[in-house]
C-alpha cells in the first residue's frame, strides 16, 4: 500500500517529471534552481504562486528557489539532507510500501502515552533506532508513542520546537523512509504513533520566508516569539491551508494516529472560525474512517474546543495535556512555590481533588501568576478522557536549569503513589522517556543554533535563573550551556538501568500498574460522562474518589498524601486492584488503594 498527501504546494509527482509550486506574493520573480541544470523562471499569477512542471526531474533531485541574489529551500520541502539553509531534496512519497493496511487505530479509551524525543531516547538518536525499542514499549503496557516535533530544525541537536520547515522530517534522525517504517512497525504491534506539531511560531534560524511571503506573518499580533502567524488577515487563506494541510500530510502520508498541538494558547487568531476549529474539523471530515486523536497543550485551560457530540464524540480536540494536575502533584510531592507553582501553593490537594474529579483546577478563577487574570472555563461536563495527566514531561523536565527529574527532588515513596494515582486514573495518563524506571538522566535544555544566536540562547538561559540563589554570581556556570555537545549527550538516556536496582523494582511496578490498567480499566472507560465522580475528603491530605466508568461500574481510589499515617481503616468498594501497599490496615504514608466493584451498575 502507498500514501500520498496531496497538497497545493512543494513538489507534486506527475507522468514524466515533477511540478514545483511556490506561494511568493511579496517578492518579484521566482526561479527553479535545480542542481545540475539551469536555472528556470517560474511564471507567477497575480495571487502569487509560481509553478513549474520540470520533465525528468525525480526523486533525489536537490532543488531550491532563486529570489534575486538568494537560494531559499522548499517552505514544504519534504526532506532537507543538509540543514534547514541548504537546498530540498525531491522525494518519492510513494516508496515506502506499507504494510499496515488493516491498521484504523486504537480507541482513546486504550491510550497510555509516552512522549520521547528521538534523539535522547537511544544512544543512536534515529527513527530506525526506535524500532528496536518497540517491543520493550508494547511490553511495557504503552500504547501511543508521541514523539516531540520532527520538524526539520537547524543543526543536529534541538528539542525540535524551532522549527522552520514543517513538511520535512528531521535529517539528523533520518530519512523519511525511515519515519515511515517507524511508524509502520509500531502499527504492526499494535502501537499509536502521535506527533508533537508546533504551529505558533516559526523558528529564529532558517526560517526564509520572509523572502516570498512576508504576508505569512503579521504586526496586527505579538507572540513571545515575535510577529504572529497570520491566521486572521484578509490574506490568510494560504497560510492556513499551509498549516492545515501539514497536519494532514502527517496523518496521511506518514500515518500518524494523532497531533499534540503545542502551546496554541499562544497563537492569536481573531477569525469567526479559527484556524485550530478549521484544522480539526478538515481532519475529522477527511479521515471519518480511523481513530484519529488531536490533542492540545493550551494554558488557557479553553474547554469549548474539548467539546463532545451527542454520541461522546469530540468535536473539535481529543484532550489535552493538563498541566493543572501537573502543577498540583509537584507542589504536593516538592513543596516548591516558586513561577506557576505559586497558584497551587495554599492549597495542592483542593486543586488536584478538582482535576481528578472535573478535568481542570483553573475554570475560571483568578491566576495570581498571571497578574490576577482569570484562567480557564468550567470543564466538569466533560468525560475524564479529555484531560491527560502526567507527573513530568519534557517541559517541567526540562525548563529546570537542570533537567532534574521528579525522583531527585522528592521522596520515592511520594513519587510511587503519584504514580500509582495517575496510571490507575480513568484519565489517560502519560509517561516521559526513562520515567518508567526512574531514570536518574537529565532531560535539558540543548540546541544548535549558528554563533551569533547560540550565544545569545547562551546567555538568556544565564539571565532566565539569575534570581536563583544558586545560580548567582560564579555559580552561573553551573546551568548546563544549551549549545555544549556534552549537554545533549547527558539527556541520552542509560537503558542499563532499567535492569539495575532500584530502577528494576520500579519498572515492574509500572509495567504491574499498566497491566492492571489494560485488564480491568480500559475495557470499562468507553461511555464515561461528565459529573461522574464523588469526592470525600478524609483530611487535609487524604481523599476518597469515585467514578462511575462506562459500563456502570465504580472505581475508588483511596489517597493518602502525607508522610504520616492516616488514623483508622477506610473501607473501598469492590475488588482491591492494586496498594502501593499491600491494602492490611490503616493507609500508610503516601499510601493508595484502588478498588473496582463490577456490580453498582446493575
Request: a negative charge; aromatic letters at 10%.
Amino acid at each position: 500500500m502507498r500514501s500520498t498527501h496531496v497538497m497545493p504546494f512543494g513538489t507534486a509527482w506527475e507522468p514524466g517529471g515533477t511540478r514545483f509550486r511556490l506561494w511568493a506574493p511579496d517578492c518579484g520573480d521566482v526561479a527553479l534552481h535545480l542542481l545540475g541544470r539551469a536555472d528556470q523562471l517560474m511564471p507567477k499569477d497575480a495571487q502569487g504562486w509560481a509553478e513549474l512542471f520540470v520533465p525528468g526531474a525525480g526523486a533525489g533531485a536537490r532543488y531550491g528557489f532563486r529570489v534575486g541574489d538568494l537560494i531559499v529551500p522548499d517552505p514544504a520541502s519534504r526532506y532537507q539532507p543538509n540543514d534547514v539553509h541548504n537546498l530540498s531534496e525531491v522525494i518519492d512519497p510513494e516508496e515506502h510500501d506499507w504494510t499496515d493496511h488493516a491498521w484504523a487505530g486504537r480507541p482513546w479509551e486504550d491510550a497510555v502515552v509516552y512522549e520521547l524525543h528521538v534523539g535522547t531516547f537511544t544512544q543512536e538518536g534515529t527513527f530506525r533506532a526506535i524500532i528496536d525499542k518497540l517491543d520493550y514499549l508494547a511490553d511495557l503496557g504503552v500504547t501511543v508513542i508521541e514523539l516531540m516535533p520532527v520538524a526539520e530544525f537547524p543543526g543536529g541537536r534541538g528539542w525540535g520546537y524551532d522549527g522552520v520547515l514543517f513538511y520535512a522530517p528531521e535529517a539528523s534522525y533520518g530519512r523519511p523512509e525511515d519515519l515511515k517504517a517507524l511508524v509502520d512497525a509500531a502499527h504492526a504491534r499494535g502501537l499509536m504513533v502521535m506527533l508533537d506539531v508546533v504551529y505558533n511560531h516559526f523558528g529564529p534560524e532558517g526560517n526564509y520566508l520572509h523572502a516570498t511571503a512576508k504576508r505569512f506573518f503579521t504586526d496586527r499580533h505579538h507572540t513571545p516569539w515575535g510577529q504572529a502567524v497570520n491566521y486572521d488577515g484578509a490574506d490568510a487563506k494560504p497560510v492556513r491551508e499551509f498549516i492545515i494541510h501539514n497536519a494532514l500530510y502527517w496523518l496521511e502520508e506518514f500515518h500518524f494516529d494523532g497531533l499534540r498541538l503545542d502551546a496554541v494558547h499562544a497563537i492569536v487568531d481573531d477569525s469567526v472560525k479559527t484556524m485550530l476549529e478549521e484544522l480539526a474539523e478538515r481532519v475529522r471530515d477527511e479521515l471519518p474512517d480511523r481513530h484519529i486523536h488531536l490533542v492540545l497543550e493550551n494554558d488557557d485551560n479553553a474547554a469549548h474546543l474539548l467539546s463532545r457530540d451527542g454520541k461522546g464524540r469530540p468535536r473539535h480536540y481529543t484532550a489535552q495535556w493538563n498541566d493543572d494536575i501537573h502543577h498540583a502533584l509537584h507542589r504536593l510531592l516538592t513543596g516548591e512555590a516558586g513561577g506557576y507553582y505559586r497558584d497551587y501553593a495554599p492549597n495542592p490537594m483542593t486543586h488536584l481533588t478538582r482535576c481528578l474529579t472535573e478535568g481542570f483546577a483553573y475554570q475560571g478563577e483568578d491566576s495570581e501568576h498571571r497578574g490576577g487574570a482569570r484562567r480557564g472555563e468550567p470543564s466538569q461536563q466533560l468525560p475524564p478522557g479529555a484531560f491527560v495527566g502526567f507527573l513530568q514531561n519534557h517541559d517541567q523536565i526540562g525548563n529546570r536549569a537542570l533537567g532534574e527529574r521528579i525522583d531527585a527532588l522528592a521522596p520515592l515513596p511520594a513519587v510511587h503513589a503519584a504514580t500509582a494515582l495517575l496510571l490507575l486514573s480513568p484519565q489517560p495518563p502519560m509517561l516521559f522517556q526513562g520515567e518508567e524506571w526512574g531514570a536518574s538522566t537529565p532531560f535539558l535544555y540543548f540546541c544548535d543554533f549558528g554563533p551569533q544566536l547560540a550565544k545569545s540562547v547562551r546567555q538568556g538561559r544565564r539571565r532566565e535563573f539569575e534570581n536563583f540563589p544558586q545560580f548567582q554570581g560564579k555559580n552561573a556556570a553551573k546551568i548546563p550551556d544549551p549549545v555544549d555537545p556534552l549537554t545533549f549527550a547527558k539527556s541520552k538516556l542509560d537503558w542499563d538501568e532499567a535492569s539495575q536496582p532500584p530502577h528494576a523494582h520500579r519498572l515492574r511496578e509500572v509495567r504491574t500498574l499498566l497491566s492492571i490498567r489494560r485488564r480491568d480499566l480500559a475495557p470499562r472507560l468507553s461511555g464515561m460522562v461528565g459529573g461522574c465522580a464523588t469526592l470525600e475528603m478524609l483530611g487535609s491530605l487524604a481523599f476518597k474518589a469515585q467514578w462511575r466508568l462506562g459500563d456502570g461500574s465504580r472505581l475508588t481510589v483511596i489517597v493518602n498524601f502525607s508522610a504520616v499515617p492516616l488514623p483508622g481503616i477506610v473501607p473501598g468498594e469492590g475488588v482491591l486492584l492494586y496498594s502501593t501497599y499491600g491494602g492490611v490496615g490503616a493507609l500508610p504514608a503516601w499510601g493508595v488503594d484502588w478498588y473496582l466493584d463490577a456490580d453498582k451498575g446493575e
